[in-house]
Structures are given as structure tokens and as C-alpha cells.
């Protein structure tokens, strides 16, 4: 698995449903790919932009309701909650995770 630090840099409701959260994400050197993920009943997207969270990089690219996917946000389930998994420091984006 191909863990990183990624940042944030824009995440927006995705206008097919109510459930996904279209985001940029940079991932190091440079690259952005874009991530959904089904959040959105718990999260705001305006809170997103700006934090950095760990991302699974090296996954097939999915399609969901017509938005692709090129990675994975990792999140803990708390009752059905997601809670986002964050560093404790301020880290770059693209430091591997060990």
C-alpha cells in the first residue's frame, strides 16, 4: 500500500447526490488527483480545503456517479461517522506513511 500525507486543496459537494464530496488533492511533487469520497452527510466541504489527511495513492481508478476517483481518503467509522485521519504536525504533502 502506498500511504501519504495529502493536502486538501479544494473539495466541493458533488452535484449528483448528497452523499459525495468531489476533492483536489495534492499528493506530492506537484501532482493533484482528484478523490471522491461519501462523506458529505457528515462533513462540510468548506471545512475540508486546507487540511491535510492521509490518502491510499496507488489504487485503480473508480468512477461513482459519473466523478472519478484516483485514491482513497482514509477515515475512522465512529457510530457511522468518518472521522478523518490527520497528522498530528504539520507534514508536506507526499511524506510517505511507514
Same mark, same amino acid.
Given at each position: 500500500?502506498?500511504?501519504?500525507?495529502?493536502?486538501?486543496?479544494?473539495?466541493?459537494?458533488?452535484?449528483?447526490?448528497?452523499?459525495?464530496?468531489? =476533492?483536489?488533492? *495534492?499528493?506530492?511533487?506537484?501532482?493533484?488527483?482528484?478523490?471522491?469520497? &461519501?462523506?458529505?452527510?457528515?462533513?462540510? %466541504? +468548506?471545512?475540508?480545503?486546507?487540511?491535510?489527511?492521509?490518502?491510499?495513492?496507488?489504487?485503480?481508478?473508480?468512477?461513482? =456517479?459519473?466523478? *472519478?476517483?484516483?485514491?482513497?481518503?482514509?477515515?475512522?467509522?465512529?457510530? &457511522?461517522?468518518?472521522?478523518?485521519?490527520? %497528522? +498530528?504536525?504539520?507534514?508536506?504533502?507526499?511524506?510517505?506513511?511507514?
Amino acid at each position: 500500500m502506498d500511504l501519504r500525507i495529502g493536502k486538501i486543496i479544494k473539495a466541493e459537494k458533488a452535484p449528483t447526490t448528497k452523499k459525495l464530496i468531489n =476533492m483536489k488533492v *495534492e499528493i506530492g511533487q506537484g501532482e493533484t488527483r482528484q478523490i471522491v469520497a &461519501g462523506m458529505a452527510e457528515h462533513l462540510k %466541504p +468548506e471545512n475540508l480545503t486546507g487540511k491535510s489527511i492521509v490518502v491510499l495513492v496507488n489504487l485503480e481508478p473508480k468512477e461513482f =456517479m459519473g466523478l *472519478e476517483s484516483k485514491g482513497m481518503i482514509l477515515a475512522a467509522d465512529l457510530n &457511522g461517522k468518518p472521522i478523518l485521519i490527520t %497528522p +498530528e504536525e504539520d507534514t508536506p504533502p507526499g511524506t510517505k506513511i511507514k
